[in-house]
């Protein structure tokens, strides 16, 4: 059985230590205060005390640099533990934001989605440009590469024409709110086929195989 920790929670609910969180877990290598302090814009103080608060949650790790010789004490470096080990506390909330979408399903889906794309118009796609300009892969592809960068393990399937997403990180919260969570993805993914100059040719279909969610792409027009 899942147990939150509420140790977690208290240390996520300050948004800087999200953004540090964040800035580790999307770095390809430890970081020390100071290099998070220039990525976070926060002052270098701060980020050491919001750092102690993580590593206390278990969030982070810490460690010396052993690599650098000379005088004084090592820098200490600063790693994210595996998404995993945080997974029960992000489905958690989750459940919370859930409530927020209001008792009917039908209204739920609705802002669901429109939540999904407004999100997804204010990143850009994956392999985009540094100008944000649309990759030229396969729609396809662009999908599946979109689907990993959400946490699934996507597989390309039917000569292109469909994505089985694998291993769904919320798989808990989408089998309780399949309406909420999956019309997220939906709205998400209805970005992705307009950026392409195809709109309404992807949809998902939630749990279309035992614990697996498909996203069927429809021929284009020529």
Known sequence: MERSDPGVHRALAAPARRVL???LTEAAEPLDSRRLAELTGQH???VRHHLTALARAGLVEGHRDATVAG???PRLLYTAVPAREQLAAYQDLVEVLVLGYGADP???SVRAEQAGRSWA???PAAGAGPAGEVPEAPLAEQVAAEAERWGFEPELRAGGTEVALHGCPFLRNAERHPEVVCAVHQ???DVLAERAGAPGTVRLHPFAEPGVCVISLAPQQK
Request: hydrophobic share 45%; glycine share 16%.
């Open 71 to 73: 005088r004084g004490r």
């Open 44 to 46: 270098v103080t701060t």
């Open 106 to 108: 039908a209204a739920r």
């Open 21 to 23: 969180l964040a800035a």
């Open 121 to 123: 118009g204010r990143r």
């Open 187 to 189: 709205g998400l993914l």
